[in-house]
């Protein structure tokens, strides 16, 4: 297959590049290396070092013999020439990743949220736009979050996708009905995604649009048997307050000892998935392609959910680490429990990596050797979600993390 990845340069995107030229395929990716710039922005770098997408691309083929190509072009902003590109290269399938995907990014003020919204929103539409425009038949598969459900699951599983209500009629008849699960994001990030299951329904239902979304949650870990063939395939890494995912970055804290960072009681629950399990499933996701004029297919893409709390006294046990409770700066519920179906993927042949596979224990590894590379003053997560919260929160020069000053 002819496949266009979408911020292939990214921490899920490079690694399912690699995957899918590894199994054959041609393989394109479209970024505007806008996380770079981010990265710049925020005075912060993956903890891995990262070399330029040419050069990944570059060793990429002296490794294996396969090419990988790169197009520079920004799918929010230069709609004419994503246009143009999907014309002249007309790809079987194309994986989106290429949004800006931090919840606390998304929070820091007005211009990260509008930036966010015009980012995501615009690049999603100008996509499905082209697609109609050009006739291009190509398989969508969407990275989305299990964030658009919300945490909570009142009790029952949070089925995938689509649920089934009950109507009352005038005629006190009741009908049944499939919905979208109702949205309840909880980050202007998060809402984001749940305006683009919008944009997925229209386009699918109205011009016959074959669209995947894979509600995905959080993701850990850093190598994939790609990643690991050569010291500069390695994958992006990111522990700072703004993109760290809450796992990866209890793993760097451990190295670095630093006081694992839990915001609040830790009593939040979400849902968790290793990067190779993610790579396998956007692999399963490509191979079941739905049909024109079928609804969205939406799939749960997570293997387990864990408690804040309970992943920092795994790793403060694993690693002999301290654990600090600190001040949350999001607005969340303090304790939620969930519960998640994701029996597609395990039908469709997913073999889960958990975290008792020991891998946990690798990404200590990664984080020690190149501790060198991590500024402690970045560690801290200081984007609050209103104005009140961040007046609660603030920077502990001491590098311990977050503080209560009121
Ligand atoms: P990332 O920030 O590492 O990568 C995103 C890539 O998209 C970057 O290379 C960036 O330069 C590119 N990009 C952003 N806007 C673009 C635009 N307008 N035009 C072209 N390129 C653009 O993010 P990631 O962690 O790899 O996440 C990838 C996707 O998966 C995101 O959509 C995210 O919402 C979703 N997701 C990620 C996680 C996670 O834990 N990392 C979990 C669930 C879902
Ligand atoms: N948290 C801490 N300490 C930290 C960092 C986070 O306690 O140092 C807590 C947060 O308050 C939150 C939970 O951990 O309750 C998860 O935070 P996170 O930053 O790991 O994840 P989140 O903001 O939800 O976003 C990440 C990705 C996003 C993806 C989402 C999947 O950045 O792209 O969509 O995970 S999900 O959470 O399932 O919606």
Redesign the pocket.
Known sequence: MKIAI??G?????WPTTLHLSDLGHEVHI??????RWIDTELGVQSLTPMDSIQERCRIWHEVTGRRIHFHL????KEYEMLKRWLADYAPDAIIH?????AAPYSMKTDRHKTYTVN?NVS?THNLLAALVETGIDAHLVH?G?MGVYGYSSVGAAIPEGYLNVDIERLDGEKVQQEILYPTRPGSVYHMT?SLDQILFQFYAQNDGLRITDLH????WGTHTEQTRRHDQLIN?FDYDGDYG?VLNRFLIQAAIDYPLTVHGTGGQTRAFIHIQDSVRCIDLALQDAPDAGNRVHIFNQMTETHRVRDLAEMVAGLTGAKIAYLPNPRKEAEENDLVVRNDQFLKLGLDPTTLANGLLGEVVDVARKFAHRIDRSRVPAVSAWTRDLGQKVEHDPEGCGLRSVS
């Open positions: 979408l911020g340069d990214g921490f899920v995107g479209v970024d505007n290396l806008s996380r072009l920004d799918i929010a990743f290429a949004e800006q995907r980012n690049g990275l979050t995604k995905q949650g959080i993701v992006r995912t």
